[in-house]
């Protein structure tokens, strides 16, 4: 056979000693790393389109973690934020990760906005049990790029949409609060749109009253377990954001109200704090929160929300003056109409009484000189209730005068007697009386009424309360009488105070029956010494 026919001879020199085989094994290996390069190019590009294809923030977050996951084939992953970048310090995870630390032999991938860190991804259990190799990390690093990009967008549309909120509320705010809006309805609105503006779980308005705060309105998850609590303002956070008009952000508000030693009725976690005006001079603070393990807020929703107290602190103000001035223009309308009372028809009234007393003197006949002197007395009451009106209009309605308060003891011993006591109020008992002797006349007027339901088994009863040079309380009832030897530590407690007001006290029995019991003292209270 010739030497250039033998078997396994390569005749031209360019296959030396390489079988066929081996060729095709090699082409097919080549062909399948080409085709898995292929896939792995469509499967980024697929995922930076699904991750580009939501703005809100936490979607762009969970659609990378997941993104990431698949194109390496990893059962869990997560992105571990930090927490100084926009208040989203936090974990998001899918598959079987948990908060726990990653393990050891997991992928770590950093992420960066604008080469400033954003945060860590991790992978880990990548399916078939095998480890990550040099292109799973080179993909997933490329995957980060646009990640960062997509979170920088998600960043900028959720700034956005917070400045469109901030806008709306305080327009909205400022025009409730000037166009003569419920004062209450005021302050929700307020918590309710600061609610909004931080994407917060829960809002609150708390303002000064004395040394406390009272949550006036709240907006948002339980806000009606917190509405209207109290709180020292030297025992809460909220106290140093209102003495030193800076605003305070904590990741656990829980904890800062433990170590004040004050119990909260509702789980809080995040929570921002801001003042409602500057230092010295601030109404308040406006509170957001989140439950426990929710996001912080940060310094783009800090920002938002320190403008929009601002505006709401300078509305309410406004809205107090506008108060103010209809106040006045009402008193000064009441004013004129309690003067043409006194002046036109008190006067009318008093020459027709005298003209009547004038009757009854050549008046022939007995049976009219009563009648006439009846009419006289009917007269004079009503000269009295005119009177008595015209006092009540010098105070504005709701406001929390002695005649408000005489009016609500009354009211609540109706419930105890079974019956409404009559009621005579006479005399400027809101302008005249001293604040203390104001202080004492509901009191005492409590325990009168309340020793007539307890043991005069009284079918009808009259409460007199005037003022005049001095202060008169009388409780007249139609009950069993006084009974001496009983249980006199209520008489002795009214007894030692119109006392210690430089008045009189004294008991006595009526002239057709039950009781008579009369507190006097001076309008005034007790004189003081000069020196």
């Known amino acids: 056979m010739p030497p250039d026919s033998q078997p396994g001879q390569d005749r031209t020199g360019l296959l030396p000693q390489l079988r066929l085989d081996d060729l095709l094994a090699e082409l097919q290996t080549r062909l399948v790393a080409v085709l898995t390069t292929r896939d792995r190019v469509h499967a980024l590009l697929e995922a930076v389109v699904t991750i580009e294809a939501d703005l809100d923030l936490d979607s762009v977050l969970r659609r990378i973690v997941e993104a990431s996951a698949t194109l390496v084939e990893a059962q869990s992953g997560a992105l571990r934020v930090l927490p100084e970048e926009d208040g989203y310090g936090r974990l998001v995870t899918v598959g079987g990760f948990g908060d726990e630390p990653p393990p050891r032999d997991c992928l770590e991938v950093p992420v960066c906005v604008r080469e400033q860190a954003f945060g860590t991804l991790y992978l880990a259990d990548k399916a078939g049990g095998g480890g990550f190799d040099e292109n799973d990390e080179n993909v997933v690093a490329a995957l980060a790029i646009a990640a960062g990009v997509a979170i920088e967008n998600a960043r900028l549309y959720d ?17 409730s609060l000037l166009s003569g809006t419920d004062p209450y309805e005021e302050l929700v609105l307020v918590a309710e749109r600061a609610r909004q503006i931080c994407d917060a779980e829960t809002s609150g308005v708390l303002l000064v009253d004395g040394d406390e705060f009272v949550l006036e309105a709240a907006a948002g998850l339980h806000a009606d377990i917190v509405r209207g609590r109290r709180y020292r303002i030297d025992q809460v956070i909220a106290g140093r954001v209102y003495r030193s008009g800076r605003s305070l952000e904590t990741a656990d508000a829980a904890e800062e109200f433990r170590q004040a030693g004050v119990s909260l009725p509702i789980p809080v976690g995040p929570a921002l704090i801001v003042p409602l005006g500057s230092a010295g001079t601030a109404r308040g603070v406006l509170a957001v929160s989140n439950p426990p393990g929710g996001a912080t807020f940060g310094e783009p929703a800090r920002r938002l929300l320190e403008a929009f107290a601002a505006q709401a602190a300078v509305a309410l103000e ?28 008190i006067q009318q009234l008093f020459a027709t009484a005298i003209t009547l007393m004038s009757a009854i003197k050549i008046s022939e006949k007995r049976d009219v000189a009563v009648r006439v002197r009846r009419a006289v007395d009917d007269l004079d009451d009503t000269i009295r209730q005119i009177r008595s009106t015209i006092f009540a209009l010098q105070v504005m309605p709701g406001e929390h005068g002695l005649r408000a308060r005489i009016q609500h003891v009354i009211d609540k011993a109706a419930e105890s007697l079974g ?61 069993i009488g006084f009974r001496q030897g009983g249980r006199r530590s209520g008489l002795r407690n009214m007894a030692e105070r119109a006392e210690r007001l430089g008045g009189s006290f004294r008991i006595r029995p009526g002239e057709s029956g039950g009781t008579v019991l009369e507190w006097r003292v001076p309008v005034h209270g007790p004189e003081r010494d000069g020196g």
């Open 419 to 479: 019956f409404a006591p009559e009621t005579r109020l006479d005399g400027p008992l809101d302008l005249a009386v001293g604040d203390e002797v104001a202080v004492q006349v509901p009191a005492v007027l409590a325990e009168a009424l309340s020793n007539v339901a307890r043991h005069a088994r009284a079918g009808r009863v009259s409460v007199t309360v005037s003022a005049g040079d001095e202060l008169v309380v009388r409780v007249i009832d139609d009950g």
């Open 318 to 345: 406004l809205a107090d003056r506008r108060q103010d001035t209809e106040r006045l223009a009402l008193l000064e309308a009441r004013g004129r109409i309690a003067k043409d009372l006194h002046d036109t028809v």
């Open 159 to 175: 700034e956005v949409r917070r400045r469109e909120r901030w806008l709306t509320a305080s327009a909205e705010v400022s025009a």
